[in-house]
Structures are given as structure tokens and as C-alpha cells.
């Protein structure tokens, strides 16, 4: 069988869910040749055994692979594992909860097959007009949070960053760097995809969210770890170039934070200058940051006590303006590594 695609199933303690899952999934995409893969994450509630049991029974040898793992391990373990069983041109993602529609996959994978250009496509639970049920009014608000801070960090437009429903061009995903067992997993994959300049595009899909009681696994502390996954994915994994210049830009901004405010106040201004010095050092290197630097130097001559927040504060959008200006300038010349690592 030449596989079209593959649909990856991560499954944690889903015995409910399996029948109808398996069944939705086999009926909704009939017509398409999918191998299916399961990956148990050490189910401990008679997952196991009926995927055991069962997949033989709806799906052909052919169709499916299912690996079980020894111990729970997390869902971006699972994932990692289905990817790396995949075929296809394509890689379906889907979770066993059934809080998403097989039914909406399908179109979206109809979707992508009509524009070769969409490598990467998410369903996305707050466009378009189908069926919602909401449960967790303070879960919603932390996913628009997080989706949020992800554009501002990354330079995107997505209306959900953790939805579990997406496809991924085959070669893209098996090349991501995913470093993360749990379920950071959304935010490491969409940093990766962003950081290649990969275009992502959503569509519109259904959600019915689960109660605790029904099976719900999300917690506290893993929304609380996505704060971290946000600020390790933009401020600590980059390329040379880009760690070199946030590393420069943190110690001369917290250098001139220093200088401001004084008692608690002293404190919030630090800590200002310093979340400033790690964003401006993103889109800049050595070059461009040092005019920046040197305007604010030049902004502090002019001014004693606490005016000088006001002078410095207009030779830095001066400075601003002047790098954005140089780096745009030399652009226009032939790459080569030292100005790479310097412009």
C-alpha cells in the first residue's frame, strides 16, 4: 500500500475513547490510504490491552502500526515516537480524547492537498463558526495568554497555539528539534516551524472540551511550564549569531537599568531594561545593537536625576530607528559569516 499520509495518535489512560475513536478515524478517512499510528504511553487503565485486542480487527495489517511504551513517558515522547513511524507526505496529529472531530482533520487535510505551498496547517478552535462547548473559562484565557505572548516573541498571528489538530509536511516534522517529553510539545513545535520562516496557517475546527471527571489531563503546573518552554524556545535556543547578541544585549541592558529608579522601584526597572535588552536582540546583531547602546550613553549626557529616563528614553527610539536603518543598508550587500555574525 503507498501511503498518502500518516494520522499520529498519542493514548494515555483513554479506554472510553478508544472504540469510537478508532472507528471514527477508520470511517472518516475510508477513501484515503492512511497508516494509522498508535503510540500507548504506558497506559495503566486497559488501554493496552484493547488497543491490543481490537486495532486488528478494525484496521488491516497494513493500515496501522501501534507501539507500546514501557512507562509514561508524555505526550511529546509519544509524538516524537509516531513521528518517527510515519509515512506518507504528510503527518496528521491527532488526540485520543476525541475533544476534536476526525471529521474536521479531513477537511483540513483536503485542504492542504489543494495548495502545495501549506506545509504546516492548524486547527484552530477559535475561528470559524462550528460547534464549541467550553468547560474551563480560566483554561481559555490561559491559551489565548500564551498564544499571545508566542506572536509577540515569534512574529506570528495564531489564534491557538495548543491545539492538539494539525499537519505537518512529513520531512519538516521529522526534522524538528523537539526536546520535550511533555506537554510543552505544541509551543517547541510552532517555536521550530517559526523559527525557519515556515508559514503557518489555521482552519476553523469544532471543540468539545472534557471535564476532570471525564478525563481531562491538563493541569496547573503544566500551564505554569509553558511560560518557561516560551522563554527557553525564543531566548535560549537560537543559532551563534543570535545567543551571542541576547547575551550582549542582557548584560548592557541591565547595566543601564542600574542606573534607574531606586528602592523597590529600583527593582521593576531592572528587571524592565533587562526583558527590553533580551526582545531588541532578536532581530539584531552586534552592529545595529552597539548604535542603539551608544545612543543611549549619548541620551544620558543630557540630563541629571530623574530626568534622564526622558532623554535616554528618546536616544534610544533614536537608536531604534538608526540600527533598523544600518541593518536594512547592508542587507543589500553578499552574505558572508562575519557580517552575519555582526549585522
Known sequence: MQVEASIVVPIYNEINSLNKLCFKLKNTFKNIK??????????DDGSTTWLKDNLKKIFTEKEFKFSILKKNYGKGYAVKKGIGLAEGKHIIFFDSDLEY??????????????????EVLYGSRNLGSKTQLRRYFINGIAVKINTWIFNFLFKQSLSDLHTGSKIINSSLAKDLKINTNGFGLEIVMSSEIAKRNINIFEYGISYYERSVEQGKKITFLDGTMSYYFLFSERFLKNN???????LYSFMFMTYVGNHFGSSSGKIFALIFFMLVGLIIALNRKI?????????????????????????????????????????????????????????
Do not use: H, R
Open 34 to 43: 492512511i497508516k494509522y499510528i498508535f503510540i500507548d504511553d504506558g497506559s
Open 287 to 343: 552592529v545595529p545593537l552597539s548604535i542603539i547602546f551608544f545612543s543611549i550613553y549619548i541620551g544620558s549626557l543630557f540630563s541629571q536625576g530623574n530626568g534622564k529616563i526622558y532623554s535616554v528614553s528618546i536616544f534610544f527610539i533614536l537608536g531604534l530607528y538608526l540600527s533598523k536603518k544600518v541593518s536594512k543598508f547592508f542587507k543589500k550587500s553578499n552574505d558572508n559569516s562575519i557580517k552575519k555574525f555582526l549585522i
Open 101 to 118: 472531530e476526525p471529521q474536521d482533520l479531513f477537511e483540513m487535510y483536503k485542504v492542504i492537498l489543494a495548495n502545495d505551498k501549506i
Open 240 to 246: 551563534i549569531q543570535t545567543q551571542i547578541s541576547i
